[in-house]
């Protein structure tokens, strides 16, 4: 695979950064709101979720790291994730819902893989598309 290396360290550091920020998550839900001088969550609990959830997603990538040859299927979901989340959270910011402040959360969630989960999609593609190939004569 093309950028090998650099592509396990992009997802290794991606992993630690997701396990960390989901910890956070959970262990002070209501620093977002504090940062944004936003009412507190009345049910801190949906933010904690949300942590799980970032969490979860750096095991995801630990396993991209891993085998990166592998791992196109993790890394384009990740990347969507990384797309929509910052659209939703542009939604509720165009709405007055949410003050502009709360692009924080986009920053190092989302902002700064967008080029390099790119790049390894890429680069992986073309090993994913020959897994879709028809089998030979024999299987």
């Given at each position: 695979m093309?950028?090998?290396?650099p592509h396990q360290a992009v997802f290794l550091l991606a992993a630690v950064y997701n396990v960390l920020w989901g910890l956070y998550a959970a262990v002070d839900p209501q620093w977002l709101f504090r940062f944004a001088g936003m009412p507190a969550l009345n049910q801190p609990a949906i933010f904690a979720c949300l942590g799980m959830v970032v969490g979860v997603y750096g095991l995801l990538y630990a396993e991209v790291a891993r085998r990166p040859e592998h791992g196109f299927a993790l890394a384009a979901v990740g990347l969507l994730g990384k797309v929509l989340g910052p659209m939703g959270l542009g939604v509720l910011i165009h709405r007055g819902e949410w003050p502009p402040a709360t692009l924080?959360?986009?920053?190092?969630?989302?902002f700064?893989?967008?080029?390099?989960?790119?790049?390894?999609?890429?680069?992986?593609?073309?090993?994913?598309?020959?897994?879709?190939?028809?089998?030979g004569p024999r299987g």
């Open positions: 093309k950028r090998r290396l924080v959360l986009c920053l190092t969630n989302d700064v893989w967008w080029v390099p989960f790119s790049l390894y999609l890429w680069d992986a593609w073309p090993s994913y598309r020959r897994t879709f190939a028809a089998p």
